[in-house]
């Protein structure tokens, strides 16, 4: 059983409850299992590519280290005075830090990101975009008139990057400029993009469609058992540990 086969409301559903969840809980041991759980899934469970894990894992990863880093040195309470720092002057500052400050604070902090970016990275590498709002029309009574809007924005993103590029281009062939952080070549392809945006809507219009009114669907995403499943086990395991 992939997760791929699940329905994306119910996927979305299920994170965004596990998420609310956790965020009333400050059990580290909780937070590490949740997000070793999410990986184990992944891995084993989903068509994911370890690269892509990675790839998105690591500003996760770079986030929960600065957030344990900030509650390590600045959190308050359960902290030695500044009197007994003085007495032990000869210890490196690194230590002294440490046991000025709240370790368990800041292990909350750091293994909370983890579990949220565990929870993320797990619906996000497991769920197909045109599925996902697929089913926000079927199960959760989203318009077509917004949910179409949002898949043609999405699937203008690659023209949109590869406007951008030929703006570049464009430019250097003229013999002008360009930064990193010039709104030349933005202008450019947001003009065009602009362009594309009423091509499609009239193209839409042509073909007679229309928001408010009955339709067919080639393809309409329903909720199985696993499903129901799958939010089941869950909820109640977090339910159970907490």
């Not at 986030?63 to 309470?77: I, N, Q, S, T, V």
């Not at 697929?134 to 990057?161: D, E, R, T």
Request: contains cysteine; positive net charge.
């Amino acid at each position: 059983m992939k997760l791929e086969k699940l329905n994306p409301s119910v996927k979305a559903a299920t994170v965004l409850l596990s998420v609310i969840m956790l965020s009333f809980q400050y059990n580290i041991t909780l937070n590490l299992t949740v997000f070793f759980s999410c990986l184990f899934l992944l891995l084993f469970f989903s068509n994911a590519r370890v690269k892509h894990i990675l790839v998105i894992l690591a500003p996760a990863l770079l986030a929960a280290f600065g957030m344990f880093m900030m509650g390590l040195y600045y959190a308050k309470g359960n902290s030695i005075t500044s009197a007994e720092l003085t007495e032990i002057s000869s210890v490196p500052y690194a230590v002294r830090a440490a046991m000025s400050t709240n370790l368990q604070s800041a292990l909350q902090l750091g293994t909370r990101i983890l579990s949220y970016a565990g929870l993320g990275i797990l619906f996000a590498l497991s769920t197909d975009g045109e599925e996902f709002i697929s089913s926000l029309m079927h199960q959760c009574h989203l318009s077509p008139k917004f949910a179409y809007g949002i898949l043609a924005a999405f699937h203008l993103m690659p023209s949109m990057v590869r406007e951008f590029s030929q703006a570049k281009l464009a430019l250097r062939t003229r013999g002008m400029h360009v930064g990193p952080f010039s709104l030349k070549p933005v202008f450019a392809m947001l003009v065009n993009s602009i362009r594309w945006s009423e091509s499609m809507a009239m193209a839409m219009e042509s073909k007679g469609f229309a928001g408010n009114e009955p339709r067919t669907f080639y393809s309409v995403t329903k909720v199985h058992w696993y499903d129901l499943v799958f939010s089941v086990v869950c909820l109640g395991s977090i339910l159970i540990f907490i």
